[in-house]
């Protein structure tokens, strides 16, 4: 298993977590790493995207200013911190990394670019 992620749970709205993804050191090497998330009869969905060069970061319209994605080296580990949660926030969320290249930036909300995945941690947000 390339990618474990962990650190979801209930919580209310207005509340916050932490979500962890921790990759092997081969995994945390590659350059483009993100969260998904997808509800129940949704399609999965893009939330954050981090680059390792340069840590540059991109979000979804619907979490900018309340999610923050990072990445610690030492750790090989990728963060979402997740702030001022909304019931419309819940879903499983995914960590993913591309193996083989860098996606281009108008690709990195496209699921099918990523073929590295963590097993899916649930967050649930009550109202």
């Known amino acids: 298993v390339q990618l474990q992620a962990f650190g979801g749970g209930l919580v209310r709205a207005g509340g916050c977590l932490r979500l962890s993804c921790a990759a092997s050191e081969r995994t945390f090497s590659m350059d483009s790493m993100g969260w998904f998330r997808q509800a129940p009869g949704k399609e999965r969905e893009f939330v954050a995207h981090?680059?390792?060069?340069?840590?540059?970061?991109y979000y979804a319209d619907s979490v900018k200013g309340r999610f923050t994605i990072s990445r610690d080296k030492t750790e090989n580990t990728m963060y979402l911190q997740m702030n001022r949660l909304k019931p419309e926030d819940t879903a499983v969320y995914y960590c993913s990394a591309n193996s083989r290249s860098r996606v281009i930036l108008s690709a990195i909300r496209e699921a099918r670019m990523y073929d590295s995945w963590g097993q899916g941690t649930q967050v649930t947000v009550s109202s």
């Open positions: 981090i680059r390792k060069s340069g840590g540059t970061t």
